[in-house]
């Protein structure tokens, strides 16, 4: 088919506020072996991108400049793996994908725009009966969720799981996914609305952390066994409450640190309760390493979408040209679930 030579994206300049964003023109990107280029319909907000242009969060040598990690669409082109025999990106995967194919895909940045290039390994399927908007809301969050919940942290069935800020993104697909798989589920929200948005998603226990101590009232429902397994992205003082909370051989997992990274704390917990303190962030992984996570995904949580026995839920959906209105909704926090941009 024939492509168009420039396309439209959000460019957020030198960083800063929200308004720095700006819709522009540009050329589409350059097609590295191994990936695929996907005319986007929608593309997910994360607040990785939130940090990104702020200046915080730097993207990785090679990647898009562009913010956005996930979107969904039509592959309209397809790498030749011979183009660089030598290259790390050469993979046997583009073959799986041809053009016209209508996948979701985790991106190394980019998403912010009418076309994106993504490595082949890190696209999967739309899942079926999921509209294009919901499967654009997926990778993020799942990929983080099942290499951080899953893979790092050991949860298992009978385990009781403690995930903070359970109305977003990350909350919501935790939520779900360890319901799924058995776990009890604790979670931390803010506001009534909120508390029953989490309640449908199937949590155990909930907290509102502006009106309750949630460390106080697990301890309560725990005693001295304590949680198995934590998921949090806020940091600051709530990793001393989090270690003080989790039982023997428990494990914390850090994926963000809202409140800040640079703690004192009291680490003998570490030592009598044999616990697990670890964390990762997605974007640095290799292409190899987020290929596996892919098919993990393909295998273990696919089959639950396309049951419908978990999902996403999209809170707002925006022009690409409104970027700044999602960015704004995202700083706020008032949202539960998902925003999108539609692209096309």
């Known amino acids: 088919m024939t492509l168009p030579t420039t396309m439209k994206y959000i460019d957020h300049g030198q960083g800063g506020p929200a308004s ?4 522009k023109e540009g050329p589409l990107p350059q097609l590295q072996p191994g990936c695929v280029l996907i005319e986007v319909a929608y593309a997910g907000i994360n607040r990785p991108d939130v940090l990104q ?3 915080a969060y730097p993207p990785p040598a090679g990647a898009s400049p562009v913010l956005g990690l996930e979107v969904a669409g039509k592959i309209v082109a397809v790498a030749d793996d011979d183009a660089n025999k030598d290259s790390r990106m ?3 995967w583009s073959k799986q994908w041809k053009i016209g194919d209508v996948v979701c895909a985790l991106t190394p940045g980019g998403g912010y725009a009418e076309y994106c290039a993504a490595p082949a390994s890190n696209c999967l399927p739309v899942p079926k009966d999921l509209t294009l908007a919901e499967a654009a809301a997926l990778p993020e969050d799942y990929f983080t969720v099942w290499t951080n919940v899953f893979d790092r942290g050991r949860l298992r069935a009978g385990e009781k799981f403690l995930v903070h800020g359970g109305a977003g993104g990350i909350g919501i697909t935790a939520i ?3 319901k799924a798989f058995g776990a ?5 929200v803010n506001g009534a609305n909120k508390v029953e948005a989490v309640k449908k998603l199937g949590a155990d226990f909930i907290f509102d952390y502006k009106k309750q101590d949630w460390a106080e009232e697990i301890r309560k429902i725990c005693g ?4 198995d397994c934590i998921l949090d992205f806020v940091g600051g003082g ?6 003080k909370l989790l039982g023997m051989n428990g494990r914390l997992v850090q994926i963000a640190f809202l409140q800040g990274s640079k703690v004192e704390l009291d680490c003998m917990p570490i030592l009598t309760r044999s616990l697990t303190f670890t964390g990762s962030t997605l ?20 089959p639950l979408l396309e049951a419908r026995k978990v999902g996403t839920l999209i809170h707002a959906t925006h022009p690409l040209s409104e970027a700044q209105k999602a960015h704004e909704l995202m700083e706020s926090s008032e949202h539960i679930g998902k925003i999108v941009l539609k692209v096309i």
């Not at 001295?224 to 949680?227: F, V």
């Not at 992984?285 to 295998?299: F, G, H, T, Y």
């Open 20 to 23: 720095s964003m700006k819709l």
């Open 53 to 55: 242009r702020a200046g």
């Open 90 to 92: 050469k993979t046997a």
């Open 176 to 178: 779900q996914l360890a």
């Open 184 to 188: 009890v589920v604790f979670t931390t």
């Open 224 to 227: 001295r066994q304590g949680l």
């Open 238 to 243: 709530y990793i001393q409450k989090n270690l």
């Open 283 to 302: 974007r640095p992984r290799s292409v190899e390493e987020k290929a596996a996570i892919a098919q993990a995904l393909l295998k273990n949580v696919w």
